[in-house]
């Protein structure tokens, strides 16, 4: 398998993928370990995460250079994706113990009723490449505080980050036979889907996790999945200062070039200030540092596949024949790397892909509506329920669209945000199950009731 630098096009490294007999000694392996990892108590498991979490800043150059070298995340983003990393961690390093304490429900009655929860066993970890870091941590750091073995499948666009996840955890006291990386693409993916493990937890697109979800379902064991977005954000006609909201909107929409589950992925903006916000929104993307990633001023990159650049031309091409106007980018500069700038849209609507397909590039639509109602029947149209943003300067009427909103997440006067306190999940084709919080503490555990005479 060849690792290309997205900025360059060039081949940083060739490495072997596994085949799936190496995948199955490696759940051999890890399935052997994962009872003594069991047994280890909890404060020691914790505190291989505290090592691990020192790691991550100490090694932080060479870790945010790999990043931008294999995904052209620019460089300033790849530092802020390990800082996010360690926050998440310092979640779970502090609010494990709680969680995963047993708890007593009755200790008067005859019958002592208590909860214990234990490890699923060995789960699969299946990565997207977007954050490997953040979507990483959500899922194989509460899985080994709670006792588990992990087989980490990073994806194919971030295997040189997956393995240095790994030789981290090792050297912070993490086993080999409790924690492996599976290396490929596609197939190394499916191999996992083949062997008995206790839980699937998928981060990926919509296609590929309902195909774990419908081919693991007969194994009878939980899956999880977090899938992509078509994010909406709505301006309303009271917010105070409409040239810091585009500002806002427009960061939301291009960090990491717009290829964030929870990106900006559309603009509702009230008909009163929407020549005011489409002009503002134009003029901060304008100003945007689009080059080398690793050059610490850029803000722009290149996308970290190539086939997506063909994808977002096909989108835009579709929104133009819909009588769409494009105000800013549109065309990808052509040269060596997979760029593409930031591109404004505007008379656009549903009819049109731009609108209602998950884009994952730095380009959005941006449509006028007359009020309130009209703004969220428009962002309920969707298959998609990851979050939804509403700006306004009054509670109760961001409120009043908020509660209608099938999305995990809502946001009022702030987007594209993930914090380690609470649940991330989304709803209909955006995924199922929840990371952080508690409930993704938990989610890496069984409950077991115990009744107890005597
Ligand atoms: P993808 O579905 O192409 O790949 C994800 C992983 O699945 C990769 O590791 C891939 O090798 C593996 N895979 C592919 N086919 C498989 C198979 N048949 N069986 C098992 N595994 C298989 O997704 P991607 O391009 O890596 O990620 C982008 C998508 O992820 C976007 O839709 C984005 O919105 C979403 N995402 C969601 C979240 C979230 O928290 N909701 C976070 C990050 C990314």
Redesign the pocket.
Known sequence: MQIINPATEEVIQEIAEDSPEAIAKKFQLVKDGQSEWAAVPLEKRIACIEKFYALLDTEKEKLAETLTMEVGKPLQQSYNELNGARKRLEYFIKNSAKWLAEEWITEEDATREKIVYEPLGVIAN??????PY??GV?VFVPALIGGNAVLY??????VLTGLHIQQLLYRSGIPENVFQVII??????????ELPLHGYF????????K??AE?TASQLVPVQ?????KDPLYVMDDVEDVEAVAAAALEGAVYNNG?????VERIYVQEKIYNKFVDAFVANAKKLVIGDPLDKKTEIGPL??KEQVAFLNQQLADAKANGARVLLGGNSAGGKGYFFPPTVVVDVSHKMKLMTE?S?GPVIGIQKVKDDKEASELMRDTPYG?TAAVYSKSFERAEAVMKQMNTGTVYWNCCDR?SAGLP???RKN??LGS?LSYHGIRAFVQPKAYHLRG
């Open positions: 299946i990565s997207a490449w977007n954050y953040l979507v959500n499948k990073p994806s194919e666009y971030a490929g693409k596609g197939p190394a993916g499916q191999a996992l889907l998928f981060t990926g697109s919509y296609r590929t996790g195909y774990i081919h999945l977090e899938l992509g977005g290829q964030s589950c929870c990106a970290s596949r998950e994952f990851l993930v991330w999940s989304g955006s995924g990371t």
